[in-house]
Every structure is written in C-alpha cells, then in structure tokens.
C-alpha cells in the first residue's frame, strides 16, 4: 500500500501545489498527487516544502574525497554524504590531467557506477583538459591541450558511456570537428576557463556547445566592444549558464544579472565543490596543488586565486533566497530542473513526476533542508 507526504506545498516543473498530499509508491516511485486526504500512512510536513532531489552537474569532491583520486570507495562516500546536502545525482567532475589519469578515473567510474548507495552517478563531467592557460583557474596548464576526437571517444568508451558533458575552450584548434563528433555520442559541450572572443563562443554554439561553465570564472568578461564569453553567455539563445552562488565567486547583483539573461530555466545551480567541502577550515588540495581554506574559500596557496569552491547545492538554493533573487520554488528548479535539462537527463531526476523515483528534499521557507529521501526511503535528517 502506498505511502504519502503532506505538505504545505510540493514542487512541481511549471507549478507548485499547496495543501497536497504526494503518493509514494511500495516501489520507491512517485505516484499521484491529491488534495482530498486519502487513505494509507500519511508522514506529515504540513509546515514544510516538497521538492525533487536536487542534482549537481559540476561537483569535484566533497568529504576528503576527490573524483580524481581514482577510488570508487571514496566516491560511495561522495555519494553519501550529498544526501545531507539535499543532493540525490550528481556527475563526478575531472580536472585537467594527464590522459593516463582521466583514462583510469573514466574506467573506474564507468565499471562501478551504480554501486553507491547515496545520491546517483548520472554520467560524467570531463572539465578539460583543452582550455586555454590565460584563464586557467586551478586546472593545471601542462597538461592543456587542442579538443582530441580520439581522446574523448576512447574516454567514452572506458567510461561505458557514462561521459556526458566535457569542457573545452572555444577558440582551440579542431573545436567544430570535436563538437560535431560529441554531439553524435550525446555528449554535452561547455564552453570554460577561455579567452575567447563572442563570435568564437556563438561559433562554438551554432556547431552544438550549449552550457556556459561557472559564468563569470575562468573567462574573457563583458566589453562593449568585445562581449567576450560572459555576453556570449548572456546573450546567446538556447544555452544553460552555470553559476556559483556562495557570495565568494560572484557577487548577487551579477548573478541576478545571469537570471534576468537566462531566465530560470537556464540558470544553472553547481557547486564546483573540491574535496574539503564539508571538512571545515584548514589545508587541503585540489589535484596537484595545495589549498587553504579559510573564510568560506578554498585559494590556491601559492598565488591566493579560488580554488573551487565548497558549497553545499542546498546553501546555493538558500542564498537564492536570502539574496531575493527568486522565490524558494524556483531556486530549488535552478538546483534540480534546469542542470538535468542541461545534460538532458530530466528524464530520470530534476523533477517530480509519477513513475520517476522518488528522490526528494523536505525544505523550511528559507529553503534550509529538513530531510532527503532516495527512492521514497528517508536517508538523511536535520
């Protein structure tokens, strides 16, 4: 027999229903959604909001744990421990690398995939390696190079598939030949740490390219005579913006920017979270170089640039709030809808919807996680 959730309003893809009770069924899916009180257990969050899991489409590490570390028991322990982050998929993010190491971390992921018990493996970000060293960010510029066909067909295939979503910088070599070919594989490219012009970056759109990495980082910025990547990212039609909401990477007034550009169904909530996510003040690292985090950031030691970040997605959806940029239903969408859509993966999470899994947070007003259910099982509690 069914179970149900009632609460003060559930959160829908285009609506929010108040008031209403959400079925989930003995198969941990999503069943109907009732405003007349039906029969069967009823857990009651009468005070609190419903909305799907949210899904992290740029997340390094978390917990001590990096994706490039190449150890699919620290990976379970990702998975884990997004749940008290309101997070139930996500895709492991690679940094620049040499091909050896992007090939191993491929392979692992793509043989032991579906083994975690926390929040899913959706697929795959490959962030990089073909950017360019002006705006390099923490990925390391040795092992930077032109877009290779051969290279992301092989990280394809040892992956199973699972490569989704790679990075590449818009004004390198063989850019149109690279796009084309992962467009065939269903394989999203973003555009990232660039110097390119607007035209290259609308180039690199018109040939397949459709989300913009963490705008306003690691680009060319907004010129009246040269737009750069930022006005690409605001201007042009059909993309997916990234942004990092933890107050440090970019200011609310351009994030507003962002959202008035883009509108909500293409403003993108990530966190680019590195390994020290959840572990408090103190050093740490991001692939081969050493980082301190103190005062909310995570910097490279040697030259104090941001290294990442370590936001929670669930405290991205609370700034949304708390800046009042938008109101908690939509923030939770830029977290949920809108990075599923971007990767087309709104087919199976972002989204509440009978059939799908449940996977859900239970929010207060300000958006502050209460509770994160995965497959209709309650798996973490404030």
């Known amino acids: 027999m069914s179970n149900y959730i009632f609460a003060k309003s559930i959160i829908l893809s285009d609506r929010e229903v108040e008031n209403a009770y959400l ?44 994706v490039m570390d190449n150890d699919f028991e620290g990976i379970k ?26 090939d ?102 018109e040939i397949g390219a ?38 440090y990477h970019v200011h609310p007034a351009a ?15 990530i966190t680019d979270c590195m390994r020290a996510g959840g572990q408090g003040e103190g050093a740490s690292r991001l692939g081969e170089f050493e980082v301190v985090v103190k005062d909310g950031t995570a910097r490279l030691k040697h030259n104090g640039s941001l290294a990442g970040s370590i936001l929670e997605l669930i405290q991205a959806v609370e700034h949304i709030v708390e800046w009042g940029l938008a109101s908690l239903s939509d923030a939770v969408r830029m977290a949920s809808l809108a990075p599923a859509k971007s990767v087309s993966i709104d087919h199976v999470c972002g989204q509440i919807a009978a059939g799908r899994a449940a996977d859900f947070i239970v929010l207060d007003d300000k958006g502050r996680l209460q509770a994160t259910y995965l497959d209709g099982v309650k798996r973490f509690g404030a």
């Open 23 to 66: 079925e989930i069924t003995d198969d941990g899916q999503f069943g109907a959604i009732l405003t007349e009180k039906p029969d069967g257990t009823i857990v009651d969050y009468s005070d609190y909001h419903i909305g799907p899991g949210l899904v992290d489409t740029h997340i390094h590490g978390y917990a001590s744990h990096d």
């Open 77 to 102: 322990v990702i998975s884990e421990r997004l749940l008290s982050c309101g997070v139930t998929s996500w895709l492991p993010t690679t940094l620049t690398d040499t091909t050896e190491n992007l």
């Open 104 to 205: 191993a971390v491929c392979e692992t992921i793509g043989r032991h995939a579906g083994e975690e018990k926390g929040a899913k493996i959706q697929g795959i970000f490959l962030e990089g390696p073909f950017f360019t060293e002006k705006y390099k960010g923490a990925q390391n510029p040795k092992y930077m190079s032109d877009p290779s066909v051969e290279k992301l067909d092989k990280w394809h295939r040892l992956s199973d598939g699972l490569v989704n979503k790679i990075a590449i910088a818009p004004e390198r070599d063989g850019v149109e030949e690279f796009i084309r070919f992962a467009k065939e594989k269903k394989i999203h490219t973003a555009l990232a740490h660039s110097d390119a012009t607007y035209e290259q970056a609308k180039k690199a759109v």
């Open 210 to 247: 459709n989300i913009f990495v963490h705008v306003y980082n690691g680009m060319s910025g907004l010129h009246h005579r040269e737009p750069g990547m930022v006005g690409a990212a605001l201007d042009l039609k059909n993309v997916f913006a990234e942004v990092i909401c933890d107050g």
């Open 255 to 269: 994030v507003e920017i962002v959202m008035k550009a883009r509108g909500v169904d293409e403003t993108v909530l």
